[in-house]
């Protein structure tokens, strides 16, 4: 039987981090006993497989991410690892034991043979498979690093740090080149919105940061969803991105103009860790504490056209449903985000 998305994935610790290969349809999950998973995954009722696992990380798994040629597998540990798997049968290729002298937080495949790796402390370090080594170091920021982001040339490399800050570094030249100043908040995610043109940084104070490209000094907007937090984003359009927060809603957000379009999907009171989409962007896959991975049908986000002109609406009504599974229709699913914040929600637990 046919299915408009894959069914959950179910896992036995909580899911920290996926990833969508670039091209076929595989999805990579890490858990915070530090196994990391590889699944195919269909939209045939019952298709579902996992393919092989690893248990090489000591501790929790933080990232995951395919290089571009989606032939390795990246994988990011608190343990202060950085693993290199083959994607056909998860071998260990490629090991840096002590990486980092703090705990690894994220990692992103800049091309096919350097990649950057940011961790806790607000280190960066930039390696080349080549020379086996890191080949820029840096540590410009105060908090750790959340997410990370490089501009289509490979050239700009983006840091979203605990501490507010967004980190510009240069890749080619292997140096720093700037901070933007402190925002409210840590900056929890990253994403090249408008063709490359603006950076969009979501915060845990749930507000939405955009930077114009050649301007990383100052935010040029902001944008206060309502939402607890902003946790995880990805972009979908060149100007919708989707947003997991604390809450365990997925909102799907235009930008400029700004505006809230309604809720692709859910996990129920549970804060969402990590968002993927799939190649061709009609897929969207999230992991949260439930330690499931969930698929949503974003394919309608394409066609979406929002104008300048806004309605007047209603303060706290319900987030309109942008697809099959969202709850739209479950009145008692909305009532308690009208109360704007749950306390407990709020007081989600650290993931590791």
Same mark, same amino acid.
């Given at each position: 039987r046919l299915r408009d998305t894959p069914e959950d994935?179910?896992?036995?610790?909580?899911?920290?981090?996926?990833a969508l290969h670039p091209a076929r349809p595989l999805l990579a999950a890490g858990d915070?006993?530090?196994?990391? $998973?590889? $699944?195919? $995954?269909?939209? !045939? &009722?019952? &298709?579902?497989?996992?393919?092989?696992?690893?248990?090489?990380?000591? @501790?929790?798994?933080?990232?995951?991410?395919?290089?571009?040629?989606?032939?390795?597998? +990246? !994988?990011?540990? @608190?343990?202060? /690892?950085?693993?290199? *798997? =083959?994607?056909?049968?998860?071998?260990?290729? !490629?090991? +840096?034991?002590?990486?980092?002298?703090?705990?690894?937080?994220?990692?992103?495949?800049?091309?096919?043979?350097?990649?950057a790796t940011g961790d806790d402390s607000g280190a960066l370090k930039v390696?080349? *498979?080549?020379?086996?080594?890191?080949?820029?170091?840096?540590?410009?920021?105060?908090? $750790?690093? /959340?997410?990370?982001?490089?501009?289509?040339?490979? @050239?700009?490399? *983006?840091?979203?740090?605990?501490?507010? =800050?967004?980190?510009?570094?240069?890749?080619?030249?292997?140096?720093?080149?700037? *901070?933007?100043?402190?925002?409210?908040?840590?900056? =929890?995610?990253?994403?090249?919105?408008?063709?490359?043109? @603006?950076?969009?940084?979501?915060? /845990?104070?749930? !507000?939405?940061y955009l930077f114009n490209w050649d301007g990383f000094g100052a935010a040029s907007d902001r944008f206060a969803l309502r939402a607890e937090s902003v946790d995880c984003m990805v972009p979908i359009t060149d100007s919708i991105v989707c947003v997991g927060s604390l809450d365990g809603v997925i909102r799907a957000v235009n930008i400029l103009p700004n505006r809230v379009l309604g809720c692709v999907g859910q996990h129920l009171g549970e804060p969402i860790e990590q968002l993927a989409v799939a190649p061709g962007g009609q897929l969207l896959a999230s992991c949260a504490h439930d330690q499931k991975v969930k698929f949503w049908d974003v394919s309608a986000l394409g066609g979406l056209v929002v104008d300048d002109y806004r309605k007047k609406k209603k303060k706290g009504g319900p987030l309109r449903a942008l697809s099959g599974k969202a709850a739209g229709s479950g009145e008692d699913f909305f009532a308690d985000l009208r109360d704007e914040a749950e306390p407990e929600a709020a007081a989600g637990s650290d993931s590791d």
């Open positions: 994935i179910c896992f036995e610790a909580t899911a920290n981090a996926i915070v006993d530090g196994d990391v $998973y590889l $699944y195919s $995954y269909s939209c !045939t &009722e019952g &298709e579902n497989r996992q393919l092989w696992s690893s248990g090489h990380h000591l @501790k929790s798994c933080r990232d995951v991410a395919f290089s571009q040629d989606g032939q390795k597998l +990246f !994988t990011v540990s @608190k343990d202060k /690892s950085v693993h290199i *798997l =083959t994607v056909e049968e998860g071998r260990l290729e !490629t090991r +840096f034991p002590k990486a980092h002298s703090s705990a690894l937080n994220c990692v992103l495949p800049i091309d096919n043979h350097v990649f390696w080349d *498979l080549r020379k086996g080594d890191a080949i820029l170091e840096a540590r410009q920021q105060e908090e $750790y690093i /959340s997410a990370m982001a490089v501009d289509g040339n490979g @050239k700009i490399l *983006l840091t979203a740090s605990g501490d507010g =800050t967004l980190g510009v570094f240069n890749v080619k030249r292997r140096r720093f080149e700037l *901070l933007s100043e402190p925002q409210n908040g840590d900056l =929890t995610s990253v994403g090249l919105l408008k063709r490359g043109k @603006k950076v969009a940084c979501g915060s /845990s104070e749930g !507000t939405i």
